[in-house]
C-alpha cells in the first residue's frame, strides 16, 4: 500500500514510517496540514494517517477540505485526545478510524490494513484480473491458470499498479512515484531488477507473456503483443 503520514513530531513520524515501511508499504510525509492538505489532493493513496494537533491547518480542518473536495480514501486519525467526545468529533469531520496515543504499532498496523480492506471491498477491487491472471488484494495472493505465484511485497505492490492500469504504458517516473514513493530519479536500477524478477514469476512458465517493455517509454500489462 501507499501511505501518507501527517505528523509534525518529527521522532513519532520516523518511527511510524520506518515501520509501515519494513511492513512493505510505501510512505510520503508531511510535518503540517498544509503539505499534507496538498499532498493528499494530488498523490494516490490507499489510506493517510493524520494527526489531530499540526501546525497551520490542524488535521481535523485537513480532513474535512479533503472531505469536502469529494475524496473517499480512508483516514486514521492519531490523536492524544482520546474522550469519546473528542473520537465523535474526529469521525465527523470526515475520518474513518481514531486512534488515541499512545498506541502500538501493531494495532496502527491492523488498524490501516482493515481500513483499506474495507475501501476494497466497497470498491469491488479487491480482486484483478488480466487474462488468467489473477491478483487478490485482500488475501495477498496472485494466480495464474490456477497456479499460486509468490511474491515479494514490492512485487505485489509493482504487479498491483500494473494491473490497475491494465493495457497502458506505465512510465518509470509513475512507478517511481507510485510503487516506491520517490519523487525524484534516484539513478538505480531498482526498476528494472523489480520487473524482471516479476516477469520471471508471471511469465516463465506461461506461454503467452503479460509483461511486455516499451522501449523508450516504460511498461504494460497486457495479453495483447505489443
Not at 57 to 82: C, E, H
Request: charged letters at 25%; zero cysteines.
Amino acid at each position: 500500500m501507499k501511505l501518507l503520514l501527517v505528523e509534525d513530531d518529527v521522532q513519532a513520524a520516523t518511527y511510524l514510517a520506518k515501520g509501515l515501511e519494513e511492513s512493505g508499504h510505501s510512505v510520503d510525509r508531511a510535518a503540517n496540514g498544509t503539505d499534507g492538505l496538498h499532498l493528499a489532493m494530488t498523490g494516490e493513496y490507499d489510506a493517510l494517517i493524520v494527526d489531530r494537533m499540526l501546525p497551520g491547518l490542524d488535521g481535523l480542518g485537513l480532513i474535512a477540505a479533503y472531505r469536502a473536495a469529494g475524496r473517499a480514501t480512508p483516514v486514521l486519525i492519531l490523536s492524544a485526545r482520546g474522550e469519546v467526545d473528542d473520537r465523535v468529533t474526529g469521525l465527523k469531520a470526515g475520518g474513518d478510524d481514531y486512534l488515541t496515543k499512545p498506541y502500538a504499532f501493531s494495532e496502527l498496523l491492523a488498524r490501516i490494513e482493515a481500513l483499506t480492506r474495507r475501501m476494497q471491498t466497497r470498491d469491488s477491487s479487491d480482486t484483478l484480473a488480466v487474462a488468467d491472471l489473477v491478483l487478490d488484494r485482500v488475501r495477498h495472493k496472485v494466480m495464474r491458470r490456477d497456479q499460486p505465484i509468490l511474491l515479494q511485497p514490492r512485487e505485489f505492490r509493482l504487479l498491483d499498479y500494473l494491473m490497475r492500469h491494465a493495457g497502458q504504458v506505465v512510465t518509470r517516473t509513475m512507478l517511481l512515484e507510485q510503487v516506491w514513493g520517490y519523487h525524484f530519479d534516484p539513478q538505480t536500477n531498482v526498476i528494472d531488477v523489480h520487473i524482471s524478477r516479476l516477469r520471471s514469476k508471471i511469465d516463465r512458465d506461461f506461454d503467452t507473456p503479460l509483461l511486455h517493455t516499451v522501449r523508450g517509454a516504460g511498461y504494460v500489462l497486457s495479453d495483447v503483443p505489443v
